[in-house]
C-alpha cells in the first residue's frame, strides 16, 4: 500500500466522498477540520480495497447505524481521566493485541471482564483510590503491521491486518469491505454483552472471587498475594456489615469502558457523530453545545506507527472530543512530542490526552526523563494522564522464531517508569496491558514458571503475545506493592 497522499487509496475516496451530516468546516484562525479532513493528508498503514462500489456501500451502512457509545458515556469518561492526570485516581486498560470477531463470545467477554475486575480491586488496594478501567475490548480489530507482506511457504503473501481489514486464514488474506459492517456487529455485540452481564450481577461484591493463587510456589510471594486477597476480602465485609453497600450500591456494579486503536479512519469518520453535548461539571458548554464525538469506543489512542504530526491520524484525532491516547517511545522527539499535544489539545483540557510510554526495559531509564520534563516544563504541566504500556518495547523472538515477552522485563519497565516519575515529580497515572483471561502460554515467567519450552503449549494469539489470567493477576499484586510503599 502506498502511504503517500500524492495518490488516495480507493477507501479513502470513498470516505472523502461520504456526505456527513455537521456543519460546513469552518475556516478561520484554525485549520478547518471535518471527520474527513484527514483524506487529504499523507496517511500510514492506510487501506487499499480492490473495489471501491462496496467500500462506499459498508461506509453508507455504518454512517446510518446508531452509535455504539453515547456522548455521556464519553465525557463520563473525560471526567474520571482528569482526576487521573490530576493524581486523584488510577487508570487501568488491558485487553487482547488483536481482538477477533470470534473473540466476541460468552466465556471469553466474560473471563476477561472478571480478569480486570480482579485486577482493579487489586490496584485500588495499593493505590489507595479510585480505579478507571478501560477494556481492549469491542472494536480492536485493526492492527498496524511493520510489513504489508509476508512470506508463507515461499510465497510472498498479505499480512493479517486484523479482521476489520482481512481474515488470518490465508484465503481471507485479501480486504474485505464487508468486514467494516461486521466489525461494527461485532462491536456491538460484545459491548452489549458487557453492559448486560455487569448490569446482572457479574461484577456484584457480595459474592466470592476465585483468587485461584494455587499456582504461586514461591512461600513469599503466596504470603504477600494471600495477604493482599485477606485484606480486600475483610474491606468488603466490612462494608457489608455496616450496610455501606446497600446505601451505594457500590459493590453492585462497576463502570467499564471500551477503547481501541483508532486506525482504521473511514470506519472511525463513518461514526463520528455531530452530537449534543451533555451537561457537565467541569465544563462551560451548554447543553445546546455539539461536537463531533467518535461513538466507536470511548476512548480511541493513536499508535507508535501512525503518530506523525503531519499525518492523516493526527488530523483526524484533533477533531474529536473523545479522551484520545498517544503511544510514545524511543522513535518520539520531544518536538514531535509537544506539537502533537498542541494540535490534539490546544486548549489544555486537563485528561484529555493519556500519553502511554513504551519504550522497553532497557531504555526507559535513559528516555522517560527528557518526554516527562518537556511535558512537564510545558504548558501542559499535570494535564496529561502519564500511562505505562510496559508490553511493546519488550516484545523479543525465542530462537525458534516465537514472538513473546517476558515478565521479568515486563515488571521491569513498570518499576522503573515508577521510580523515574517518582524522581521526576510527575505522577504515573496508569498503565496498559495486553492480557487475556484463558490459559494461554505467551509470554515467560511469572509464577506459573513458563518456559520458551512451555510456549507452544497453548500460543493462540494472532499478534503480539499476551499475559494469561494468573500472570495479569500477578502483576496487579506487585504494582499494587509498589504503589504502597
Ligand atoms: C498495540 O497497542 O497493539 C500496538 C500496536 O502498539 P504500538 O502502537 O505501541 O506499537
Ligand atoms: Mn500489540
Not at 456501500?57 to 473525560?78: D, G
Amino acid at each position: 500500500p502506498s502511504s503517500s497522499h500524492a495518490q488516495l487509496s480507493t477507501a479513502t475516496k470513498a470516505a472523502a466522498s461520504l456526505k456527513t451530516k455537521g456543519p460546513k468546516p469552518q475556516s478561520g484562525e484554525f485549520e478547518s477540520w471535518s471527520p474527513s479532513s484527514w483524506t487529504t493528508k499523507p496517511i500510514k498503514q492506510d487501506a487499499v480495497y480492490e473495489d471501491s462500489k462496496k467500500v462506499e456501500k459498508s461506509l453508507a451502512k455504518l454512517e446510518r447505524l446508531p452509535p455504539i457509545v453515547t456522548p455521556a458515556e464519553i465525557v463520563a469518561l473525560k471526567e474520571h481521566l482528569r482526576d487521573v492526570a490530576l493524581g486523584k485516581a488510577f487508570l487501568l486498560q488491558g485487553g487482547d493485541c488483536a481482538e477477533l470477531f470470534d473473540y466476541c463470545e460468552e466465556n471469553a467477554i466474560e473471563s476477561k471482564i472478571k480478569l480486570l475486575l480482579q485486577m482493579s480491586l487489586v490496584l485500588i488496594w495499593g493505590a489507595n483510590k479510585p480505579i478507571v478501567r478501560i477494556a481492549r475490548m469491542a472494536g480492536q480489530y485493526a492492527k498496524p503491521r511493520s510489513s504489508p507482506t509476508e512470506i508463507v511457504d515461499g510465497k510472498e503473501t498479505p499480512s493479517f491486518r486484523g479482521d476489520i481489514l482481512n481474515g488470518f486464514p490465508l484465503e481471507e488474506r485479501p480486504l474485505d469491505p464487508a468486514r467494516l459492517v461486521d466489525a461494527y456487529f461485532h462491536s456491538a455485540s460484545t459491548l452489549n454483552y458487557i453492559r448486560a452481564s455487569i448490569s446482572s450481577g457479574l461484577a456484584d461484591l457480595h459474592r466470592p472471587l476465585d483468587w485461584g493463587l494455587g499456582h504461586v510456589r514461591d512461600p513469599d510471594l503466596q504470603r504477600k498475594y494471600s495477604k493482599t486477597v485477606e485484606s480486600i476480602t475483610d474491606s468488603l465485609n466490612f462494608m457489608r456489615t455496616v450496610g455501606a453497600d446497600t446505601a451505594s450500591k457500590a459493590l453492585e456494579t462497576v463502570e467499564l469502558y471500551t477503547s481501541h486503536e483508532g486506525l482504521l479512519l473511514e470506519y472511525e469518520q463513518s461514526l463520528t457523530r455531530f452530537l449534543r453535548d451533555p451537561a457537565r461539571a467541569s465544563s462551560t458548554a451548554t447543553p445546546e453545545h455539539r461536537s463531533w464525538y467518535d461513538t466507536s469506543a470511548h476512548f480511541l489512542w493513536v499508535g507508535d506507527r501512525t503518530r506523525q504530526i503531519d499525518g492523516a491520524h493526527i488530523e483526524f484525532f484533533r477533531g474529536i472530543e473523545n479522551p484520545i491516547g498517544v503511544k510514545i517511545g524511543p522513535t518520539t522527539s520531544s518536538t514531535d512530542l509537544l506539537a502533537i499535544l498542541r494540535t490534539l489539545n490546544p486548549s489544555v483540557e486537563i485528561g484529555k490526552i493519556t500519553l502511554i510510554t513504551r519504550y522497553g526495559a532497557s531504555k526507559v531509564r535513559t528516555l522517560l526523563p527528557e518526554h516527562i520534563r518537556t511535558v512537564e516544563d510545558s504548558e501542559y504541566a499535570r494535564s496529561v494522564v502519564w500511562q505505562c504500556d510496559p508490553m511493546h518495547g519488550n516484545t523479543r523472538s525465542t530462537s525458534n522464531g516465537v514472538k513473546t515477552r517476558q515478565f521479568s522485563d515486563i515488571l521491569s519497565e513498570l518499576q522503573e517508569t515508577m521510580s523515574v516519575h517518582k524522581e521526576q515529580g510527575s505522577y504515573l497515572g496508569g498503565v496498559h496491558l495486553e492480557l487475556t483471561g484463558e490459559a494461554v502460554t505467551e509470554c515467560t515467567g511469572g509464577s506459573e514458571g513458563l518456559g520458551e519450552d512451555d510456549l507452544s503449549l497453548n500460543y493462540t494469539t494472532y499478534c503480539d503475545p499476551r499475559l494469561n489470567e494468573k500472570q495479569a493477576l500477578e502483576l496487579a499484586f506487585l504494582i499494587a506493592g509498589h504503589l504502597r510503599a
